[in-house]
C-alpha cells in the first residue's frame, strides 16, 4: 500500500498562473482533506470531502477550489496563484464518513512557491 | 470551535535526556487529542490519541501523553530521547460533535543534541 500519494512534489509558480494539486489514497477511505502548513502557524484547513461528491470549506478556502473527482482522488486548485499562497501542502484522508476522533493520515506534500 | 496552544516553538534537550512538549486546547465541546510528529521534509505520522479511558496514553517511540481535562492540558512526554526524536511535533483536537476536523497547534522543533 502507498498510502496517500502527492504529485507534484515541488512546484514554482508565477503570479497570476494555475495549477492543479493530485492527491490519491489506496486505503479505500471515505473521507479526505487538503491543508496548508506555514512556518509558526502549524497547519490549517482548507477544503474536505466526507465523501465522494461532496465537499466542504475549511478554515482558509480563499482562493482555492477543489475536486473530489472518485473514492481514491481529491485534487486542489490555484485558479490565480498569489505569493500568499506559497506554502507546503499536505492532503490527509480519514476511514470513516462524519466519524469523529478518527487518525487522519497524511502524504508526503507539495512544497509550492508562487513568484 | 476548538484552538490549540503549543507554547514552546523551539526544544533543545541532549540525547538520554527527558522531555516534555506542552499542548493546551480550548473548547466549548467534548474533544479527541492527537499528536502528530513531522520528520524533516515528511508527511506527518500519528505518535498517539486519547479518545477516551485511561488518561495516560502510550504511543510509538516511547513517547506517552497524558490528558488533564481540570487543565485542559495534553502534554507529551518521552523519558530518554534519542537523535531520531529529532523532528517537530504538531499537539492537534477535533470536536466530538462534529466532523473529523482537526485544529493543530503551531508546532514545536525538538532538537535532540549528541
Known amino acids: 500500500n502507498a498510502g496517500v500519494t502527492q504529485t507534484p512534489k515541488f512546484q514554482v509558480l508565477k503570479t497570476g498562473q494555475s495549477m492543479t494539486l493530485q492527491c490519491a489514497q489506496d486505503m479505500n477511505h471515505n473521507s479526505m482533506y487538503w491543508y496548508r502548513q506555514d512556518p509558526g502557524m502549524g497547519l490549517r484547513l482548507i477544503y474536505y470531502?466526507?465523501?465522494?461528491?461532496?465537499?466542504d470549506k475549511g478554515e482558509v478556502p480563499n482562493g482555492y477550489n477543489v475536486s473530489r473527482l472518485n473514492k481514491r482522488e481529491f485534487s486542489l486548485r490555484l485558479e490565480s496563484a498569489a505569493p500568499s499562497q506559497t506554502s507546503v501542502y499536505f492532503c490527509a484522508s480519514s476511514e470513516g464518513t462524519h466519524r469523529t476522533g478518527e487518525t487522519q493520515y497524511f502524504g508526503p506534500g507539495t512544497r509550492l512557491l508562487v513568484l | 470551535a476548538q484552538s490549540v496552544t503549543q507554547l514552546d516553538s523551539q526544544v533543545p534537550v541532549f540525547e538520554e535526556a527527558p522531555v516534555e512538549l506542552r499542548c493546551n486546547y480550548s473548547s466549548s465541546v467534548s474533544v479527541y487529542l492527537f499528536w502528530y510528529v513531522q520528520y524533516p521534509n515528511q508527511g506527518l505520522q500519528l505518535l498517539l490519541k486519547y479518545l477516551s479511558g485511561s488518561t495516560l496514553v502510550k504511543g510509538i517511540n516511547g513517547f506517552e501523553a497524558e490528558f488533564n481535562k481540570s487543565q485542559t492540558s495534553f502534554h507529551l512526554r518521552k523519558p530518554s530521547v534519542h537523535i531520531s526524536d529529532t523532528a517537530e511535533y504538531f499537539c492537534a483536537v477535533s470536536g466530538k460533535n462534529n466532523f473529523n476536523k482537526f485544529y493543530f497547534g503551531s508546532g514545536t522543533k525538538l532538537n535532540v543534541k549528541p
Open positions: 470531502s466526507a465523501s465522494e461528491g461532496t465537499t
